[in-house]
């Protein structure tokens, strides 16, 4: 069994995805420091509006005198209607994409819910992307595990408690992964080397790095061969 893992992200993009569909069990690393500022409450969709052809959609969360909170304890700002505003940017940035009317019900539904805590609603839109590219996998959390070290050490306890025979990293990993220490501790370790694939989109010039879910309406049912192609290993293995 191989793991993969990641700080739970909202509306993730492709990367991750195609992360997450190589390996067996995907973990949500929810038990480390939330970082402001980052993927964790936010992501990108494209649209027709701006100079750079998209816009940042922000979870609000409460982090006055919360600095070293740890991801699994961030709770949502419900003060603010922000599920409105993006499920209304999500709806008229797609709406005449192929798919829309295929998925918008699937996000309708998760943003017709009231979410408390961040690493929720992260895990069940990854769960509705998973379950829309009919991809079984299954998520865990790594604060379920009581998983402790940093860096390699961490990825080491995780497989171990999990009982998992591997690890697989994002390109990320290659700047701290000792794979020695996998190793010797006789597990294997590889890397998702993710290229982020071209395909046309509602509005042109195509721009990378939007949100998966720009995939999903634009491509529909191609999306999980778009992603298991975008990984670099399978390209050079059929080559």
């Known amino acids: 069994m191989i793991i993969a893992g990641h700080q739970p992200e909202y509306l993730p993009y492709i990367g991750l995805i195609c992360k997450a569909m190589q390996a067996d069990v995907f973990v949500f690393v929810d038990n480390t420091q939330y970082a402001k500022k980052s993927f964790q409450n936010r992501n990108k969709i494209r649209t027709s509006n701006g100079p ?13 005198g919360r600095f070293h909170q740890k991801i699994k304890d961030v709770l949502i700002n419900n003060k603010l209607r922000w599920r409105e ?20 019900p699937f996000f309708e539904k998760i943003y017709l819910q ?18 829309i590219l009919e991809t ?16 390699t050490d961490m990825l080491l ?6 009982e998992a025979d591997g690890y697989l990293s994002g390109q990320g990993g290659k700047l701290y992964v000792d794979e020695s220490k996998f190793k010797k501790a006789g597990l ?7 290229k ?13 790095n939007m949100s998966s879910i720009d995939l999903l309406f634009n491509k529909g049912p191609e999306s999980k061969e778009i992603i298991f192609r975008s990984d670099e290993r399978k390209n050079q293995k059929n080559n």
Request: aromatic share 18%; hydrophobic share 35%.
């Open 52 to 64: 750079k052809g998209w816009i940042w959609l922000t979870v609000p969360v409460i982090t006055h």
């Open 188 to 194: 294997s370790h590889q890397y998702c080397e993710f």
């Open 85 to 104: 505003k993006h499920f209304k940017s999500m709806y008229y940035s797609y709406k005449g994409t192929p798919f829309f009317e295929n998925y918008i």
């Open 196 to 208: 982020h694939p071209v395909y046309k989109q509602k509005f042109e010039p195509f721009v990378p």
């Open 157 to 162: 306890d995780m497989c171990q408690k999990i």
């Open 114 to 131: 009231k979410w408390e805590k961040l690493v929720d609603l992260n895990e069940t839109i990854l769960k509705t992307i998973f379950k």
């Open 136 to 151: 079984d996998i299954k998520i865990l959390k790594n604060s379920d595990y009581n998983i402790i070290g940093e860096k």
